[in-house]
C-alpha cells in the first residue's frame, strides 16, 4: 500500500478550514523571531561578513516555500468547486489584515525612525506619510522616485512589505495558470526557478540573495527569483511527497532551521561565490526538508493556548513584526 501523500492526509468535503500543520506553523514561528534576531544583531555589526545569525535573511525564502506548501494542500484539490473570486476573497482576508496593520504601525511610528541611515526623515512631510499609509493599504508597490526613506523601498513604511507583494504575485500565478501544470510540468518548472536562483546568488556582486524590495529591474529580478522557485517548490512538495513520521520533528526541525538561519558566512570578502552555494544549497535542499519533516510530525498535545498562539500570534508576528525593527534604524529590508 502506497504511502499517503502530504496533501491527501487530510481532505475535508466542504471548503471549510482543513486541520493545520501545527509544526510547521511553529517553524514559522521560529523563522520570525530569528529574523528578530537577525535585525537587532545587525545593529551591532561591523559587516555582513562577521554579523551574527548572518543568514537571517533566508527566512524570507524559508516563508515562500511555506506558503507554496500551505496553497497546495489547502487548495489544489478544491478547484472542482473552487472559483477564482473564492479564491482571491479567501487570499485577501488571510493577507490583508496584516498588511494594513503593517502599513499602520509603520505611518505611526516613521517619524521615531531618525537616524543616520535615514538622515531625511525629519524632512518628510506628514500628508505625504499618510499619502504613502493609503497606497500601502493596497500593497501597490512605489517607484524608487517616491520613497522616503533613503532605501529605495517599493514600500517605505513597512519595508518588508515587499515579500507579501511578491507572495499576491505567487498566489495570482498559481490561481490563474500554475495549478493546471502537471505534476511533471510543475517539476520542470522547478527545477528552472532552481537553476535561475542558483546563477543570481553565485553571480551575485555580494554573494547572496539579499534584495527584492526595489521597483527597480534588478529589484525586480531578485524579488521573483527569490519567490519562485521556493514557492512552486512548496506546492510541488504538497503534491508528490510522503508521509514521514520522527519522534521529537518539532524539536530537530527548529534546531536544523536556526543552524541553517545562523550559519557564518562563507567563503568571506575573497570567494563571495561559495556564500552563494551554501544559500543555493539552504534554500534548495536545507527548506524542502525542513517543511517535509515538519509536515510529517505531529504534536501529542496541543493545548488551548498554543492553538491561539500558532493561530494568531505567528501570523501577525510573520508579516508585521520584522517590518518594524527598522525603528531607530534597526535593520534593512531583507
Given at each position: 500500500?502506497?504511502?499517503?501523500?502530504?496533501?491527501?492526509?487530510?481532505?475535508p468535503t466542504t471548503l471549510g478550514a482543513k486541520p493545520h500543520y501545527a509544526i510547521?506553523?511553529?517553524?514559522?514561528?521560529?523563522?520570525?523571531?530569528?529574523?528578530?534576531?537577525?535585525?537587532?544583531?545587525?545593529?551591532?555589526?561591523?559587516?555582513?561578513?562577521?554579523?551574527?545569525?548572518?543568514?537571517?535573511?533566508?527566512?524570507?525564502?524559508?516563508?515562500?516555500?511555506?506558503?507554496?506548501?500551505?496553497?497546495?494542500?489547502?487548495?489544489?484539490?478544491?478547484?472542482?468547486?473552487?472559483?477564482?473570486?473564492?479564491?482571491?476573497?479567501?487570499?485577501?482576508?488571510?493577507?490583508?489584515?496584516?498588511?494594513?496593520?503593517?502599513?499602520?504601525?509603520?505611518?505611526?511610528?516613521?517619524?521615531?525612525?531618525?537616524?543616520?541611515?535615514?538622515?531625511g526623515i525629519a524632512q518628510v512631510p506628514g500628508w505625504q506619510v499618510v499619502a504613502?499609509?493609503?497606497?500601502?493599504?493596497?500593497?501597490?508597490?512605489?517607484?524608487?522616485?517616491?520613497?522616503?526613506?533613503?532605501?529605495?523601498?517599493?514600500?517605505?513604511?513597512?519595508?518588508?512589505?515587499?515579500?507579501?507583494?511578491?507572495?499576491?504575485?505567487?498566489?495570482?500565478?498559481?490561481?490563474?495558470?500554475?495549478?493546471?501544470?502537471?505534476?511533471?510540468?510543475?517539476?520542470?518548472?522547478?527545477?528552472?526557478?532552481?537553476?535561475?536562483?542558483?546563477?543570481?546568488?553565485?553571480?551575485?556582486?555580494?554573494?547572496?540573495?539579499?534584495?527584492?524590495?526595489?521597483?527597480?529591474?534588478?529589484?525586480?529580478?531578485?524579488?521573483?527569483?527569490?519567490?519562485?522557485?521556493?514557492?512552486?517548490?512548496?506546492?510541488?512538495?504538497?503534491?508528490?511527497?510522503?508521509?514521514?513520521?520522527?519522534?521529537?520533528?518539532?524539536?530537530?526541525?527548529?534546531?536544523?532551521?536556526?543552524?541553517?538561519?545562523?550559519?557564518?558566512?562563507?567563503?568571506?570578502?575573497?570567494?563571495?561565490?561559495?556564500?552563494?552555494?551554501?544559500?543555493?544549497?539552504?534554500?534548495?535542499?536545507?527548506?524542502?526538508?525542513?517543511?517535509?519533516?515538519?509536515?510529517?510530525?505531529?504534536?501529542?498535545?496541543?493545548?488551548?493556548?498554543?492553538?491561539?498562539?500558532?493561530?494568531?500570534?505567528?501570523?501577525?508576528?510573520?508579516?508585521?513584526?520584522?517590518?518594524?525593527?527598522?525603528?531607530?534604524?534597526?535593520?534593512?529590508?531583507?
Open positions: 500500500m502506497p504511502a499517503p501523500t502530504l496533501a491527501s492526509a487530510a481532505t510547521l506553523d511553529g517553524l514559522r514561528g521560529v523563522a520570525a523571531l530569528t529574523v528578530v534576531a537577525f535585525h537587532l544583531c545587525e545593529a551591532h555589526a561591523t559587516s555582513h561578513l562577521t554579523q551574527i545569525i548572518n543568514h537571517g535573511y533566508l527566512a524570507v525564502d524559508f516563508f515562500f516555500l511555506l506558503s507554496g506548501f500551505v496553497i497546495g494542500y489547502a487548495y489544489d484539490d478544491r478547484w472542482n468547486r473552487l472559483t477564482l473570486k473564492d479564491f482571491a476573497k479567501a487570499r485577501l482576508l488571510r493577507l490583508q489584515p496584516m498588511v494594513v496593520m503593517g502599513m499602520l504601525i509603520g505611518a505611526l511610528t516613521f517619524y521615531f525612525q531618525a537616524s543616520p541611515l535615514t538622515p504613502l499609509m493609503v497606497v500601502g493599504f493596497t500593497l501597490l508597490p512605489i517607484p524608487p522616485s517616491l520613497d522616503i526613506r533613503g532605501w529605495q523601498e517599493m514600500h517605505p513604511l513597512n519595508g518588508p512589505g515587499w515579500s507579501l507583494f511578491y507572495e499576491y504575485v505567487a498566489n495570482l500565478l498559481y490561481a490563474l495558470g500554475v495549478r493546471k501544470l502537471s505534476n511533471a510540468a510543475l517539476r520542470v518548472l522547478v527545477a528552472l526557478a532552481g537553476a535561475a536562483l542558483v546563477h543570481l546568488v553565485v553571480t551575485s556582486p555580494t554573494g547572496d540573495v539579499v534584495g527584492g524590495w526595489a521597483l527597480d529591474a534588478m529589484g525586480v529580478r531578485i524579488g521573483l527569483t527569490r519567490m519562485l522557485f521556493p514557492f512552486f517548490a512548496g506546492l510541488l512538495l504538497s503534491r508528490t511527497a510522503s508521509l514521514v513520521r520522527i519522534p521529537n520533528a518539532f524539536l530537530w526541525c527548529s534546531l536544523l532551521l536556526l543552524a541553517a538561519l545562523a550559519f557564518p558566512r562563507v567563503g568571506g570578502a575573497s570567494h563571495l561565490w561559495l556564500n552563494g552555494l551554501y544559500e543555493s544549497f539552504a534554500i534548495i535542499v536545507v527548506f524542502p526538508l525542513l517543511v517535509w519533516l515538519g509536515a510529517g510530525g505531529q504534536i501529542a498535545s496541543a493545548g488551548a493556548a498554543l492553538q491561539v498562539f500558532r493561530r494568531h500570534f505567528v501570523p501577525a508576528l510573520h508579516h508585521a513584526l520584522p517590518a518594524h525593527l527598522h525603528l531607530h534604524g534597526l535593520g534593512e529590508p531583507q
